[in-house]
């Protein structure tokens, strides 16, 4: 009898996530890890300054961290870091600060890095960046006022305050990039590997 495969989990607490793999038809389990995000950005922005990097470092360290409890299962971290002319974008804390952002990313090129790492037993087993360009129209501040209202406070989930599989798309005018990643999570190389270790179907 062949041995059952080993557990999967998510190290994150991002429903966004969470979604994409389980409408992937991916049985998981959730167990987000608690590192210091901030510290690890800062250090790696003083080092490289590189978001992409920076993204994943966060992976890393979120996989490694869950490892720590649950040591036979495969536990995947994942992180997204949006670049703007080298400024990072964190999620804003409020809506005067999500204004902000969108007016600042306004009819710009912006760079969504996102990373994902599988850790088991401590150890790096596959690692994954992959880098979008989103080109924001030069909107009117009145659209952006009403679609702010019209999106509500779940922005403040995102940074660069929006959502690519919502209204957020009414903000761009190009898009380059795996539609996914941009959502946070690279699935389609995630899933691939995922397979090799028997837990994703074949």
Not at 31 to 40: L, N, S, T, V
Not at 60 to 87: F, N, P, R, T, W
Not at 92 to 107: K, N, T, V
Request: glycine content about 6%; hydrophobic content about 50%.
């Amino acid at each position: 009898m062949a041995d059952a495969p080993p557990a999967l989990i998510l190290a994150s607490k991002s429903i966004a996530r969470a979604t994409l793999l389980h409408n992937a038809g991916i049985n998981f389990h959730i167990d987000p890890a608690a590192i210091d995000e901030a510290a690890i950005r800062r250090m790696v922005h003083a080092e490289s300054g590189a978001a992409a990097v920076a993204a994943a470092a966060l992976a890393e360290a979120k996989a490694m961290a869950v490892s720590e409890a649950h040591e036979d299962a495969l536990v995947i971290g994942a992180d997204q870091i949006l670049e703007c002319d080298s400024a990072w974008f964190d999620k804003p804390l409020d809506m005067q600060r999500a204004r902000a952002d969108l007016l600042a990313l306004r009819g710009l090129t912006h760079q969504q890095h996102s990373a994902v790492s599988v850790v088991q037993g401590g150890a790096v087993l596959w690692r994954h960046v992959e880098t979008a360009d989103l080109t924001m129209r030069d909107f009117s501040v009145d659209f952006l006022d009403d679609h702010l209202a019209a999106v509500g406070t779940s922005v403040l989930a995102s940074a660069g305050a929006y959502q690519l599989e919502g209204l957020g798309v009414q903000l761009f005018s190009r898009i380059e990039g795996d539609y996914f990643s941009i959502l946070g999570l690279p699935l389609v190389p995630l899933l691939d590997f995922l397979r090799q270790q028997g837990v994703a179907g074949s």
